[in-house]
């Protein structure tokens, strides 16, 4: 049987919870699947597969989830990988300056680039103004005198958007697993 490990660096739990419902839908799909956080991942040499993901801040994956791209760099490039990031609220795809905020940033396609990840993806997040600030720039933009309609309070991932991409992994992986010759 595959075993697909999915990875996440998670602040405030949104990206945790697309971890979690990507890790689901690989196990509806017939897959061995761990679920784990980048701070206690193990090495991708104990797995098939691996989904890696992170919250975006500030145009930026959180470190541990970079740090298992980084340190796992050789490793990686002899597993299948996907990668995903969370991040944008609200329900619009593209910004006041015509921006796709569904595009992965150029960081995270290099660091697909460097692994030779078979593809990436960025889901819609979650915000939720009363969570615990968990980093100095968190309290810095809560302190700032910003209009209240600056940033899209909710939960705005798309459970079907993850379920299909994570369908997709699943697919490709068994088709390569029944592709596979019999030993």
Known sequence: MTR?????ASRHGATRGIATRIGEVLRERGLDTAVVDAHEAPDPATTDALVIGSAVYMGKWLEPATDVVRKHRDELLRHPTWLFG??????????????DL?????????????ISA???KVFFGRWDPS???????????????L?????????????????????TIADELVRERVAEPVA
């Open 4 to 8: 697909v490990t999915v990875i996440y």
């Open 86 to 99: 969370s991040g944008p609220v609200g329900t619009a795809a593209v910004d006041r300056k015509g921006h």
């Open 102 to 114: 569904l595009e992965p940033p150029k960081f995270m396609d290099e660091l697909a680039e460097s």
């Open 118 to 120: 078979r593809a990436t």
């Open 131 to 145: 969570d615990e600030p968990t980093s100095i720039a968190e309290r810095l933009f809560r302190a700032l005198p």
């Open 147 to 167: 209009p209240k309609d600056a940033m899209p309070i909710g939960d705005f991932r798309d459970w079907r958007v993850i379920d299909d991409w994570a369908g």
